[in-house]
Nanobody
Framework: QVQLVESGGGLVQAGGSLKLSCVAS??????MGWYRQAPGKQRELVAA???????SIAGFVKGRFTISRDNAKNTVVLQMNSLKPEDTAVYYC????????WGQGTQVTVSS
């Protein structure tokens, strides 16, 4: 199995920052990224990064979140700044190569 291991979630105050990391085993992937899901809400694509360095950032986090990738280490990082209570969610890492693989998620809680 391909395994994606996420880390970096936790509890922070509004205006703070968190750095989420995801390490994928084995394969080199064409794309990696993050989505999130808050209780009672549908999942939201947060960010993606592709071979060649192109990125896609969701409008609701644009200007606050940054995604980066280390292909040699099969690692993707989501740097989250200026966090808001509405950013509270479980954040899931994904990686794609012919099919998409998913991490188990890491909880991010932003207090007001």
């Amino acid at each position: 199995q391909v395994q994606l291991v996420e880390s970096g979630g936790g509890l922070v105050q509004a205006g703070g920052s968190l750095k989420l990391s995801c390490v994928a085993s084995g394969s080199i992937f064409n794309a990696m990224g993050w989505y999130r899901q808050a209780p009672g809400k549908q999942r939201e694509l947060v960010a993606a990064i592709f071979d060649g360095g192109s990125t896609s950032i969701a409008g609701f986090v644009k200007g606050r979140f940054t995604i980066s990738r280390d292909n040699a280490k099969n690692t993707v990082v989501l740097q989250m700044n200026s966090l808001k209570p509405e950013d509270t969610a479980v954040y899931y890492c994904w990686a794609s190569r012919g099919r998409t693989y998913w991490g188990q998620g890491t909880q991010v809680t932003v207090s007001s």
